[in-house]
Protein backbone atom coordinates (compact mmCIF):
# COMPACT_ATOMS: atom_id res chain seq x y z
CA UNK A 1 0.00 0.00 0.00
CA UNK A 2 1.30 3.81 -1.03
CA UNK A 3 0.56 6.31 1.83
CA UNK A 4 0.38 9.94 0.92
CA UNK A 5 1.97 12.26 3.39
CA UNK A 6 1.56 15.94 3.21
CA UNK A 7 3.02 17.75 6.34
CA UNK A 8 6.64 16.44 7.99
CA UNK A 9 4.85 15.33 11.10
CA UNK A 10 3.09 12.47 8.89
CA UNK A 11 6.20 11.86 7.62
CA UNK A 12 8.11 11.38 10.28
CA UNK A 13 5.81 9.32 11.69
CA UNK A 14 5.84 7.13 9.08
CA UNK A 15 9.49 7.12 8.36
CA UNK A 16 9.77 6.37 11.78
CA UNK A 17 7.97 3.10 11.17
CA UNK A 18 9.90 1.89 8.22
CA UNK A 19 12.88 -1.17 8.74
CA UNK A 20 15.40 -1.79 6.62
CA UNK A 21 16.80 0.58 3.90
CA UNK A 22 15.09 3.49 2.58
CA UNK A 23 15.37 4.71 -1.22
CA UNK A 24 14.34 7.93 -1.86
CA UNK A 25 13.09 9.49 -5.16
CA UNK A 26 12.77 13.47 -5.31
CA UNK A 27 10.48 14.77 -8.01
CA UNK A 28 8.67 17.85 -8.93
CA UNK A 29 5.78 15.39 -10.17
CA UNK A 30 4.28 14.80 -13.58
CA UNK A 31 5.96 11.75 -13.61
CA UNK A 32 6.52 9.63 -16.72
CA UNK A 33 8.84 6.85 -17.45
CA UNK A 34 12.20 8.09 -16.91
CA UNK A 35 10.69 8.89 -13.09
CA UNK A 36 9.64 5.76 -13.63
CA UNK A 37 13.18 3.94 -13.74
CA UNK A 38 14.25 5.67 -10.70
CA UNK A 39 11.21 4.24 -8.44
CA UNK A 40 12.18 0.39 -10.23
CA UNK A 41 15.71 1.15 -8.89
CA UNK A 42 15.18 2.31 -5.72
CA UNK A 43 12.63 -0.85 -4.93
CA UNK A 44 15.35 -3.19 -6.21
CA UNK A 45 18.30 -1.82 -4.07
CA UNK A 46 16.12 -0.78 -0.77
CA UNK A 47 13.84 -2.53 1.26
CA UNK A 48 11.33 0.63 1.39
CA UNK A 49 10.95 3.62 -1.46
CA UNK A 50 9.77 6.85 -0.42
CA UNK A 51 8.94 9.42 -3.36
CA UNK A 52 8.69 12.69 -2.84
CA UNK A 53 6.64 15.57 -4.86
CA UNK A 54 7.05 19.46 -4.52
CA UNK A 55 7.74 21.97 -7.24
CA UNK A 56 10.43 23.69 -6.12
CA UNK A 57 9.93 27.44 -5.68
CA UNK A 58 13.25 28.28 -5.33
CA UNK A 59 14.82 26.74 -8.06
CA UNK A 60 12.56 29.06 -10.45
CA UNK A 61 13.91 32.21 -11.72
CA UNK A 62 11.05 34.92 -11.96
CA UNK A 63 10.21 34.60 -15.87
CA UNK A 64 10.18 30.73 -15.72
CA UNK A 65 7.28 28.40 -15.55
CA UNK A 66 6.47 27.91 -11.63
CA UNK A 67 2.99 28.63 -12.27
CA UNK A 68 2.54 26.59 -15.62
CA UNK A 69 4.72 23.46 -14.38
CA UNK A 70 2.28 20.91 -14.85
CA UNK A 71 0.87 19.24 -11.18
CA UNK A 72 -0.57 16.17 -11.80
CA UNK A 73 -1.01 14.37 -8.16
CA UNK A 74 -3.33 11.57 -8.65
CA UNK A 75 -2.25 10.29 -11.99
CA UNK A 76 1.35 10.80 -10.06
CA UNK A 77 0.18 8.78 -7.16
CA UNK A 78 -1.34 5.55 -9.76
CA UNK A 79 2.37 5.58 -10.96
CA UNK A 80 3.59 5.31 -7.65
CA UNK A 81 1.42 2.48 -6.46
CA UNK A 82 1.91 0.55 -9.66
CA UNK A 83 5.74 0.88 -8.94
CA UNK A 84 5.47 0.01 -5.34
CA UNK A 85 6.26 2.82 -3.39
CA UNK A 86 5.80 2.70 0.56
CA UNK A 87 5.45 6.33 1.20
CA UNK A 88 4.96 9.86 -0.97
CA UNK A 89 5.72 13.08 0.42
CA UNK A 90 4.34 15.94 -1.61
CA UNK A 91 4.28 18.87 0.92
CA UNK A 92 2.87 22.35 0.00
CA UNK A 93 5.01 25.78 -0.09
CA UNK A 94 4.59 26.36 3.64
CA UNK A 95 5.32 23.05 4.89
CA UNK A 96 8.92 22.93 3.11
CA UNK A 97 9.54 26.25 3.98
CA UNK A 98 7.47 27.41 7.40
CA UNK A 99 9.49 30.63 7.34
CA UNK A 100 9.15 31.75 4.42
CA UNK A 101 12.22 31.29 1.46
CA UNK A 102 15.28 30.56 3.28
CA UNK A 103 17.60 33.17 4.04
CA UNK A 104 20.62 30.70 4.52
CA UNK A 105 21.21 28.41 1.23
CA UNK A 106 23.79 25.42 -0.04
CA UNK A 107 26.53 27.79 -1.67
CA UNK A 108 27.01 25.55 -5.14
CA UNK A 109 30.34 26.72 -5.92
CA UNK A 110 31.89 27.22 -9.23
CA UNK A 111 30.12 24.56 -11.25
CA UNK A 112 26.89 25.79 -9.56
CA UNK A 113 27.18 28.96 -11.63
CA UNK A 114 27.78 27.57 -14.99
CA UNK A 115 25.58 25.67 -17.51
CA UNK A 116 22.29 25.53 -16.22
CA UNK A 117 23.34 27.38 -13.09
CA UNK A 118 24.84 30.08 -15.86
CA UNK A 119 21.42 30.00 -17.89
CA UNK A 120 19.20 29.58 -14.87
CA UNK A 121 20.68 32.00 -12.12
CA UNK A 122 20.31 30.85 -8.64
CA UNK A 123 19.47 27.75 -9.82
CA UNK A 124 21.48 25.07 -8.18
CA UNK A 125 21.03 27.13 -4.52
CA UNK A 126 17.23 26.21 -5.02
CA UNK A 127 17.63 22.79 -6.04
CA UNK A 128 20.90 21.86 -3.54
CA UNK A 129 18.94 23.27 -0.40
CA UNK A 130 15.75 21.58 -1.14
CA UNK A 131 17.71 18.03 -1.87
CA UNK A 132 19.01 19.10 1.63
CA UNK A 133 16.00 19.87 3.41
CA UNK A 134 14.58 16.63 1.70
CA UNK A 135 17.51 14.42 2.63
CA UNK A 136 17.07 15.63 6.43
CA UNK A 137 13.17 15.14 6.17
CA UNK A 138 13.01 11.99 4.55
CA UNK A 139 16.59 10.07 6.14
CA UNK A 140 17.55 7.56 2.77
CA UNK A 141 20.02 5.19 3.02
CA UNK A 142 19.93 5.83 -0.99
CA UNK A 143 18.90 8.52 -2.85
CA UNK A 144 18.12 7.90 -6.72
CA UNK A 145 18.68 10.58 -9.21
CA UNK A 146 18.51 10.74 -13.18
CA UNK A 147 21.42 10.91 -15.44
CA UNK A 148 19.21 13.25 -17.78
CA UNK A 149 20.07 16.19 -15.26
CA UNK A 150 23.62 15.34 -15.49
CA UNK A 151 25.00 18.53 -13.80
CA UNK A 152 22.39 18.25 -10.70
CA UNK A 153 23.35 14.37 -10.19
CA UNK A 154 27.29 15.59 -10.41
CA UNK A 155 26.24 18.67 -7.54
CA UNK A 156 24.27 16.67 -5.12
CA UNK A 157 27.28 13.77 -5.08
CA UNK A 158 29.32 17.28 -4.28
CA UNK A 159 27.46 18.25 -1.65
CA UNK A 160 26.76 14.59 0.05
CA UNK A 161 30.66 14.22 -0.10
CA UNK A 162 31.68 17.56 1.29
CA UNK A 163 29.26 18.03 4.13
CA UNK A 164 29.58 14.64 5.07
CA UNK A 165 26.15 13.38 4.58
CA UNK A 166 25.00 9.74 5.66
CA UNK A 167 23.50 9.08 2.05
CA UNK A 168 24.31 6.86 -0.91
CA UNK A 169 23.88 8.87 -4.22
CA UNK A 170 22.26 6.38 -7.16
CA UNK A 171 22.34 7.58 -10.96
CA UNK A 172 19.87 6.12 -13.27
CA UNK A 173 20.75 6.12 -16.90
CA UNK A 174 18.65 8.73 -18.71
CA UNK A 175 15.50 6.97 -20.53
CA UNK A 176 14.54 8.12 -23.75
CA UNK A 177 11.47 8.18 -26.34
CA UNK A 178 11.87 5.51 -29.38
CA UNK A 179 13.49 8.01 -31.42
CA UNK A 180 15.69 9.13 -29.09
CA UNK A 181 13.84 12.56 -27.29
CA UNK A 182 14.98 12.17 -23.13
CA UNK A 183 11.66 11.80 -21.92
CA UNK A 184 10.94 15.27 -19.37
CA UNK A 185 7.74 16.29 -17.46
CA UNK A 186 8.90 19.63 -19.75
CA UNK A 187 7.88 17.82 -23.17
CA UNK A 188 4.28 17.62 -22.58
CA UNK A 189 4.67 21.72 -23.43
CA UNK A 190 5.68 20.73 -27.31
CA UNK A 191 3.68 21.19 -30.00
CA UNK A 192 3.81 18.77 -32.74
CA UNK A 193 6.25 20.63 -34.91
CA UNK A 194 8.58 21.65 -31.56
CA UNK A 195 8.09 17.86 -30.87
CA UNK A 196 10.30 17.80 -34.28
CA UNK A 197 12.19 20.29 -33.19
CA UNK A 198 13.25 18.80 -30.26
CA UNK A 199 14.72 15.59 -31.59
CA UNK A 200 18.03 18.13 -32.40
CA UNK A 201 19.37 17.70 -29.01
CA UNK A 202 19.45 14.26 -29.02
CA UNK A 203 19.99 14.05 -32.08
CA UNK A 204 23.28 16.37 -31.84
CA UNK A 205 24.60 13.74 -28.95
CA UNK A 206 24.51 11.03 -30.89
CA UNK A 207 26.52 12.48 -33.96
CA UNK A 208 28.95 13.65 -31.43
CA UNK A 209 29.21 10.13 -29.40
CA UNK A 210 29.57 8.85 -32.99
CA UNK A 211 32.77 11.06 -33.86
CA UNK A 212 34.45 10.45 -30.79
CA UNK A 213 33.89 6.44 -31.63
CA UNK A 214 35.52 7.16 -35.14
CA UNK A 215 38.91 8.31 -33.36
CA UNK A 216 38.15 12.22 -33.48
CA UNK A 217 39.62 14.56 -31.85
CA UNK A 218 37.38 17.03 -29.25
CA UNK A 219 37.58 19.78 -31.35
CA UNK A 220 36.06 17.83 -34.09
CA UNK A 221 33.53 15.96 -32.00
CA UNK A 222 32.14 19.16 -30.94
CA UNK A 223 31.93 20.19 -35.03
CA UNK A 224 30.12 17.08 -35.45
CA UNK A 225 27.61 18.20 -32.69
CA UNK A 226 26.64 21.11 -33.15
CA UNK A 227 26.93 20.58 -37.78
CA UNK A 228 24.37 17.54 -36.89
CA UNK A 229 21.92 20.02 -34.25
CA UNK A 230 22.16 22.87 -37.67
CA UNK A 231 20.90 20.11 -39.93
CA UNK A 232 18.01 18.65 -38.12
CA UNK A 233 14.35 19.68 -38.28
CA UNK A 234 14.58 24.07 -37.70
CA UNK A 235 12.82 25.57 -34.32
CA UNK A 236 15.39 24.61 -32.20
CA UNK A 237 17.83 27.17 -30.33
CA UNK A 238 21.05 26.35 -29.26
CA UNK A 239 22.04 27.61 -25.22
CA UNK A 240 25.21 25.52 -24.44
CA UNK A 241 26.28 22.34 -26.56
CA UNK A 242 29.99 21.61 -24.05
CA UNK A 243 32.33 18.56 -23.87
CA UNK A 244 33.57 18.27 -20.53
CA UNK A 245 35.37 15.02 -18.32
CA UNK A 246 32.48 12.94 -16.87
CA UNK A 247 32.57 15.26 -13.80
CA UNK A 248 32.25 18.27 -15.58
CA UNK A 249 35.68 19.48 -15.48
CA UNK A 250 36.59 21.22 -18.94
CA UNK A 251 38.79 20.31 -21.51
CA UNK A 252 38.98 16.30 -21.93
CA UNK A 253 41.60 14.65 -23.95
CA UNK A 254 41.22 11.32 -24.06
CA UNK A 255 38.95 8.51 -22.20
CA UNK A 256 35.77 9.20 -20.66
CA UNK A 257 33.73 12.33 -20.72
CA UNK A 258 30.32 13.74 -21.27
CA UNK A 259 28.82 15.80 -23.83
CA UNK A 260 25.84 18.41 -22.32
CA UNK A 261 23.54 20.27 -24.50
CA UNK A 262 20.71 22.65 -23.88
CA UNK A 263 18.33 24.52 -26.27
CA UNK A 264 15.04 26.23 -26.55
CA UNK A 265 12.41 24.64 -28.20
CA UNK A 266 9.83 27.55 -29.10
CA UNK A 267 9.00 28.58 -25.22
CA UNK A 268 11.04 25.38 -23.68
CA UNK A 269 13.84 24.60 -22.59
CA UNK A 270 15.08 21.16 -22.80
CA UNK A 271 18.29 19.62 -21.55
CA UNK A 272 20.29 16.09 -22.74
CA UNK A 273 24.13 14.74 -22.38
CA UNK A 274 25.57 11.30 -22.96
CA UNK A 275 28.61 9.78 -22.52
CA UNK A 276 31.51 10.08 -25.18
CA UNK A 277 34.77 7.91 -25.32
CA UNK A 278 37.55 10.04 -26.64
CA UNK A 279 40.88 8.47 -28.23
CA UNK A 280 43.81 9.76 -27.13
CA UNK A 281 45.06 12.91 -28.28
CA UNK A 282 48.29 14.98 -27.51
N1 LIG B 1 14.27 10.71 -18.93
C1 LIG B 1 14.72 10.52 -17.70
N2 LIG B 1 15.48 9.44 -17.42
C2 LIG B 1 15.95 9.24 -16.16
N3 LIG B 1 15.70 10.06 -15.11
C3 LIG B 1 14.94 11.14 -15.35
C4 LIG B 1 14.42 11.43 -16.64
N4 LIG B 1 13.70 12.58 -16.56
C5 LIG B 1 13.79 13.00 -15.28
N5 LIG B 1 14.53 12.13 -14.56
C6 LIG B 1 14.92 12.27 -13.15
O1 LIG B 1 13.78 12.36 -12.32
C7 LIG B 1 14.09 13.16 -11.18
C8 LIG B 1 13.03 14.19 -11.01
O2 LIG B 1 13.08 15.06 -12.12
P1 LIG B 1 11.94 16.07 -12.50
O3 LIG B 1 10.75 15.80 -11.65
O4 LIG B 1 12.48 17.43 -12.61
O5 LIG B 1 11.52 15.55 -13.94
P2 LIG B 1 11.96 16.08 -15.32
O6 LIG B 1 11.32 15.25 -16.36
O7 LIG B 1 13.46 16.23 -15.32
O8 LIG B 1 11.28 17.49 -15.36
P3 LIG B 1 11.70 18.75 -16.16
O9 LIG B 1 10.97 18.66 -17.43
O10 LIG B 1 11.23 19.78 -15.23
O11 LIG B 1 13.19 18.78 -16.32
C9 LIG B 1 15.47 13.76 -11.43
O12 LIG B 1 16.44 12.99 -10.73
C10 LIG B 1 15.61 13.59 -12.92
O13 LIG B 1 16.96 13.53 -13.34
C1 LIG C 1 15.83 17.24 -7.41
C2 LIG C 1 14.58 18.08 -7.52
C3 LIG C 1 13.37 17.24 -7.13
C4 LIG C 1 14.68 19.24 -6.53
O1 LIG C 1 13.56 20.06 -6.59
C5 LIG C 1 14.40 18.65 -8.95
O2 LIG C 1 15.44 19.51 -9.28
C6 LIG C 1 14.19 17.58 -9.97
O3 LIG C 1 13.04 17.13 -10.07
O4 LIG C 1 15.13 17.17 -10.66
N1 LIG D 1 14.60 18.65 -13.88
C1 LIG D 1 15.32 19.54 -12.99
C2 LIG D 1 14.44 20.55 -12.35
C3 LIG D 1 14.20 21.78 -13.14
O1 LIG D 1 14.49 21.85 -14.34
O2 LIG D 1 13.70 22.74 -12.55
Not at 147 to 174: I, N, S, W
Not at 190 to 215: C, I, K, Q, V, W
Request: charged share 20%; with cysteine.
Amino acid sequence: MTELLHTRAELGKARSGLTGTVGVVMTMGALHSGHEALLRAAREQADHVLVTIFVNPLQFGPNEDFDRYPRTLDSDLEICRRAGADLVFAPDRAEMYPGGAPEIRVEPGLLGGELEGGSRPGFFHGVLTVVLKLINLTRPDLVFFGEKDYQQLTLVRRMVADFDLPVQVVGVPTVREPDGLALSSRNRYLSAPERAAALSLSTALRAGAAAAERGLDPTSVLAAAHHAFDSSTPGARLDYLVLTDPDLEPGPTGGPARMLIAAWVGTTRLIDNTAVRLAAHD
